[in-house]
């Protein structure tokens, strides 16, 4: 298995500039979420699903859209990249009855200029 | 918002126990005490959670004061690859409080 792998590793934007973030996991998880970490700090949630076809916010949803058309897929878009949204990004994935053991990719680093 | 505290590093020497210790004064009933951990350029890893009582598994152990205020999460030997961030953090569900962390300096 390979877990949850995420798409791409490094990334390096204008400001403006729009991109999708690909998080994919081979394990049936219900759950899926996405993180930001910014430096020295710990994650935020991003938004999060439930399942396939649903989504909802989490800590700092602004300047994100999410979509979850498959279950093993959780895509993060950023439609107009700022300066504010240079950051690692972390997908990560759970099953419903057990949130508490969320299992995390590798991260995106996102370097908006 | 509840909020945890953690010592900023810690240094530990091989094979011996280690204590890292979190503080969580504005718990909340219902939140979780989660502990994650984070090698360098890696995604956080799972490594024990509780709500009132103490915990044990294969990685670590995992003791809650009384008033669920501070936690205490025990590595039992510390070895060099358990050098990381550990991070204390608050759950209930889609509410995920992370705080700073303690990075974790094992020497051998």
């Known amino acids: ?113 | 918002d509840a909020k945890t505290t953690q010592p900023n590093s810690m240094e530990s020497n091989e094979e011996e126990p280690v204590h890292l210790p979190c503080n969580h004064s504005t718990i909340s009933g219902t939140d979780y005490i989660h502990w994650y951990r984070q090698l360098p350029s890696q995604g956080p890893e799972y490594v024990i959670h509780g709500l009132t009582s103490n915990v044990n598994n294969r990685m670590a152990s995992l003791a809650i004061a009384e008033d669920r205020k501070s936690s205490t999460l025990i590595l039992h030997r510390a070895t060099l690859r358990d050098a990381a961030v550990y991070y204390c953090i608050l759950m209930d569900f889609n509410k995920f409080y992370f705080g700073s962390g303690t990075k974790l300096n094992v020497k051998p």
Not at chain 1, 69 to 87: D, I, R, V, W, Y
Not at chain 1, 92 to 106: E, L, W
């Open chain 1, 1 to 113: 298995n390979a877990g949850v792998t995420q798409t791409p590793k490094f990334r390096v934007l204008k400001t403006g500039q729009s991109m999708t973030l690909l998080c994919a996991q081979d394990m049936n998880h219900e759950y899926m979420y996405w993180y930001r970490q910014d430096p020295g700090m710990g994650l935020r949630l991003i938004h999060y699903s439930v399942g396939e076809g649903t989504t909802a916010k989490g800590e700092v949803p602004d300047g994100y859209n999410v979509s979850r058309l498959k279950k093993q897929n959780f895509l993060l878009g950023l439609e107009s990249a700022a300066p504010s949204q240079t950051s690692v990004y972390f997908c990560a994935s759970s099953y419903p009855r057990d949130y508490h053991t969320q299992y995390f990719g590798p991260g995106t680093r996102l370097t908006v200029l």
